[in-house]
């Protein structure tokens, strides 16, 4: 069935497997089309927008992803997770006359926030961390499980001693990585597969002491695709002088220049999917138009769902790991299982509908900010037999009486919040950066937007003035105010950063960390697909590779007959 988008007015399709779902789990069709549904998702998702305030339990300066000037209540992690509260002290009685989703944005004023989304009992030594879970000794990461000795690095799993990565797992010793996997000591790299001492290559497997290239399988000691003896490697890599900031530069160009000679698979995955479509997907079965997954099952429309375990899922973005059952979620995972319409529930969060950091709980509907409870509505606890009553009252008052916003849209039963219901302004949020909108645009679409204040710093260090090599530098480099050779703003090199680089063996950065994790950012495809053909058998494929990019793109079947 064709429907038209009451978002972007763009005409989309809802197939009959899709309409199985929405009657197997009792909602309606979306009235959004799936690229909008993504976004709106988005919308509540900050990872690196962090400020400084007080918190508004202990009084204690913290970091946090909700602005100083918002009149939110936040708390820090030590305090939201506290005993002491549990979010029922500010519970709402049902209105009946009133719409649903204006006293969830009362509720919503009413509660207390956590200062960052992270799994706070499994963090050691990781103040400055968001949305992440099981980290130690890590500094500036987000979107994380599992990591140890990291800086500046999003979206991963299992990584240790690495700076600026973007999408990594089962990895050690990488720096300026993009979507690795059981690699060890790799850098300025896109898409490998267990490597080892790879620098400045792409789509490689099994490779080991090689710089610049793209689809090896299995070689060592190349140079541009070009292999030499271990002798006249060393020695080669001796003059190019990668350790240094003017050879990784140089290398940089150069590699990619080359890359562009070579064939590019239309999407990214591997041999071991069934039945699957989209780009970055990783052993995965019967799931289509997926983005950054690993180990999901029968699902569709599914993001950035990193941990294994996902299982039936429409429309869910951000976690997975057993995650089962899900319907248009964000960040809702750890056992996470029949959960629609929410935000941020998590761990074992189970048969909820339309709640927002509603933890450790289940059978729960329209919750705001609730901790370890059962049967509540707008934080109120029921019986269970008022619950499921009432429940039903108000998805009745929703379909008959929804909400209509400034822009014209209706939110009824069976969409997620509106914008408003967002602790974030659209610009603090992941949506700005697939989705980027001014400020001028975001107002037109009735979204927040907040004027981030630049942090005046006095440059003392222009970025040129910057030691070549690791070793040449020395812990007096912490004292400086470094000048972004991009943005010209201030940044600071701080110890944890410094020692990675000694270790690594990596020139320290001339850019700020935005800047770096802007331009990984740019170099991963984005979610969405384009017609074109195959550069080698001339067949229609489908493709992350817009048809106006200069890559040379292959079909996964002549790709594989090439090079794997």
């Not at 292999?227 to 190019?240: A, D, F, M, N």
Request: aromatic share 14%; glycine share 4%.
């Amino acid at each position: 069935m064709k429907n038209n988008c009451q978002n972007c007015s763009a005409d989309f399709i809802i197939e009959s497997d899709d309409f199985s779902f929405y009657e197997k789990i009792k909602v309606p069709p979306p009235t959004w089309c799936p690229e909008c549904r993504f976004m709106r998702r988005l919308s509540f998702l900050n990872w690196f927008s962090l400020y400084r305030r007080t918190c508004d339990s202990c009084n204690e300066q913290m970091v946090s992803t909700i602005h100083p000037e918002s009149a939110l209540r936040v708390f820090c992690s030590k305090c939201w997770w506290a005993d002491n509260w549990d979010g029922t002290e500010y519970a709402m009685e049902y209105d009946p006359n009133r719409n649903f989703f204006e006293q969830l944005l009362e509720l919503k004023n009413k509660s207390n926030f956590m200062s960052s989304e992270n799994l706070y009992s499994t963090l050691v030594n990781s103040p400055y961390v968001n949305a992440t879970a099981y980290q130690k000794d890590c500094f500036m990461v987000f979107n994380a499980d599992y990591g140890e000795r990291n800086a500046y690095c999003m979206v991963y799993a299992h990584l240790s001693d690495s700076l600026d990565c973007y999408r990594v797992k089962e990895s050690e010793l990488c720096y300026e990585c993009v979507g690795m996997y059981k690699c060890y000591q790799c850098i300025y790299s896109e898409e490998l597969d267990s490597c080892t001492n790879v620098h400045f290559s792409r789509s490689c497997s099994g490779c080991t002491d090689c710089v610049g290239c793209i689809n090896l399988r299995n070689k060592s000691n190349c140079i541009f695709n070009v292999e030499y003896s271990k002798e006249e490697y060393k020695k080669k890599i001796e003059e190019l002088k990668l350790d240094t900031r003017e050879g990784a530069d140089a290398m940089l160009r150069l590699s990619r220049e080359f890359w562009l000679t070579k064939p590019h698979r239309a999407v990214i995955g591997n041999s071991l999917n069934v039945n699957t479509t989209g780009d970055f997907v990783y052993e995965s079965k019967n799931t289509k138009d997926a983005y950054m997954v690993a180990g999901v099952e029968d699902s569709r429309y599914v993001q950035m769902l990193a941990m294994e375990g996902t299982k039936g899922c429409y429309d869910y973005t951000n976690w997975g790991n057993s995650a089962e059952n899900l319907y248009e979620c964000l960040t809702v995972g750890e056992g996470a299982s029949n959960d629609h319409f929410c935000v941020q529930c998590w761990p074992n969060a189970i048969d909820n509908e339309y709640c927002l950091y509603t933890v450790q709980s289940k059978d729960c509907f329209g919750c705001y900010n609730l901790k370890r409870k059962q049967y509540c509505i707008l934080n109120k606890e029921y019986s269970k037999t008022d619950y499921f009553a009432l429940k039903e009252r108000i998805i009745s008052d929703m379909k008959s009486n929804p909400y209509t916003d400034s822009s014209g849209r209706v939110w009824s039963y069976g969409e997620l919040f509106p914008f408003e219901l967002s602790p974030f302004a659209y610009n603090e949020t992941i949506a700005n950066y697939y989705f980027p909108l001014t400020k001028e645009e975001a107002a037109k679409k009735n979204m927040s937007w907040y004027d981030i204040p630049d942090t005046e710093h006095k440059i003392t260090l222009p970025a040129s003035s910057l030691p070549p090599k690791a070793d040449d530098i020395d812990d007096a480099i912490q004292n400086e105010i470094i000048e972004c050779k991009e943005c010209k703003k201030g940044f600071r090199v701080t110890a944890p950063e410094l020692y990675l680089h000694k270790k690594i063996n990596v020139p320290l950065p001339h850019k700020c960390w935005k800047c770096r994790y802007k331009r990984r950012f740019d170099a991963v495809n984005k979610p969405q697909l384009y017609t074109r053909k195959c550069q080698k058998c001339s067949n229609e494929i489908s493709t992350s590779y817009s048809p106006d990019r200069p890559e040379i793109v292959y079909c996964s079947t002549c790709y594989q007959q090439e090079f794997v």
